[in-house]
């Protein structure tokens, strides 16, 4: 059969695409409406009260703010992807802390991804980001804070690791250390995540003042940027805290131990073998539908 041809712009091509597979009655299996072309097809946050609703990883935000484009000491990054939302504790966070690192010797801070306007599954990218409490923080010390919007699109991040994946680069500097300890030290963090080369060598360097050290987190990828994961704010009745806690994760302890040690060891060793092919396919956050999320998301999404 041939198709009429209508000519539509990319934006009216992908809100009919999205309202097609939602407004579909009977549809089933691939295609019910993804949740993550539901939430990646709206423009700003809820007319709600601030909340996050589920886990970092399976949820939404109602009432998010955007962080302001630039500011004093930040800019944020790739304007395009329209991730710069979050609950107001996370711009407060992102704010304060981009103080710290003018203060710390940087000019600011380049701010990644934070979560969209809504939050909710991705249509690339994170897993998590979904409910206004992560974002991701450049290992780009800024040269400047007045980057045009092309700018941010085209620069990219630098990688403080090696290839091999077991030490630092020489894009290391004492300041990285000192503002990762200022991002850990803030009461509302939960955990960060880093590549492990990083946390072994702020493990080797922190002296006597070691608390701050359970927070940081070894995970793969995360040298091009940092990942800061904030707690459930006080009063947020839907937020899922997650489990086990970077407590229990480090037995009450800072973390450096075998289990970061595993990462530029074993970890490295099992990436050479050929990868599982898992026996049941594995359902991403990329299939999830409205359903596989919090009930409250649907109103979230609908809210004005
Ligand atoms: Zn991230």
Redesign the pocket.
Known sequence: MKLPKIKMTGTAWIVAAVLATAIWPFSTGAEEAKANRLFGAIAAGSTQDPDPVGSYAKGCLAGGLQLPDSGPTWQAMRLSRNRNWGHPALLDYVIDLSERAAKLGWNGLYI??MSQPRGGPMTS??R??QIGL???IWMLPPERLNLTKEERESKSSISIRTPDQKNLSGNWTDTHMEILKAAAEHPMVDRI?VTAPAKIHMCRHAGKDRAWLQRIRPLYG?HY?F?VRLKCPPGSTECVTQTPTAAQLSKGGDGCDATLRWWVTGYLEELKKPPKEPAVPVRGVRDYTMADLPERCTQVLASN
């Open positions: 990644g991804d990218g994170h998590s980001h992560d974002v991701d995540f995360h940027h990942h």
